[in-house]
């Protein structure tokens, strides 16, 4: 668990005992709470963003603490093996090893700090006007965009202003929770986009089809169930 100062803890699950942390940099205000910590799936590391918008990567178990290079992040978040940083400036950078990012993606709109990421390398992102934006971090594409309904009931916050995103661990799925209690699940399988695509179209579905509505490489089947 990541602490109000930005800390890092491990703790028992069975009894909630402190078994290793690392103390943080400084009291974060309650708006920069969310996304600002990330575990990476493996367990063996942790992200966390510092009040002056740097990243500090803590190794579990050890006194290994490093910092990345910049000082603008907003949010952090786990795309398999890679380390995502959302930043002011609405870029995301795409780390894995080394002293400088691997890839910086975007911007393309101004974002907020929702951020999420998938185990076979998809990232999600959510613009201030409420669209989620689906990226391929390893190529830095974007994979498609679609409009979260409005939140049912207002809370005296930004509309997205207590969204939260997170990633199924098959990585078929993201569920996102907004502030007034509605939970949706969005499926990234492919398998799903032409179910979908097959009932609206009520015909198989043609590449031409594929490129124009959702603007990625189509898929080998493109044939409808009758």
């Known amino acids: 668990m990541v602490t109000a100062d930005g800390g890092v803890q491990w703790r028992d699950p069975a009894t909630g ?12 205000p309650p708006e920069r709470r969310a996304n600002t910590a990330a575990v990476s799936p493996d367990g063996r590391s942790a992200a966390v963003v510092a009040p002056d918008g740097t990243v500090r990567v803590v190794s579990v178990g050890t006194d290994d603490v490093r ?3 910049g000082s603008n992040a907003r949010a952090v978040g786990y795309a398999g093996d890679n380390l995502l940083v959302g930043g002011a400036d609405g870029l995301l950078a795409v780390w894995r090893t080394g002293r400088e990012p691997d890839r910086l ?13 998938s185990p076979d390398g998809l990232a999600v992102r959510l613009t201030g006007q409420g669209t989620l934006v689906f990226v391929d971090v390893r190529s830095g594409d974007e994979l498609g965009r679609v409009a979260l309904p ?12 207590a969204t939260g995103a997170v990633a199924d661990p098959g990585g078929r799925e993201f569920v996102t929770a907004t502030d ?8 990234v399988d492919p398998a799903d986009w032409t179910r979908a695509a097959c009932d609206v179209a009520g015909r198989d579905l043609t590449r031409a ?18």
Do not use: H, K, N
């Open 17 to 28: 005992t402190v078994r290793w942390s690392v103390p943080g940099p400084g009291r974060l």
């Open 67 to 69: 910092q990345l290079a």
């Open 105 to 117: 993606v975007g911007p393309g709109a101004a974002y907020t700090d929702i951020l999420a990421g």
């Open 150 to 161: 409005l939140p049912g009931r207002s809370t005296g916050l930004a509309p997205w202003g």
């Open 180 to 187: 007034s209690g509605e939970v949706l699940r969005w499926s």
């Open 209 to 226: 089809d594929w490129r124009l509505f959702v603007g990625t490489a189509a898929p080998d089947e493109l044939s409808c169930p009758r």
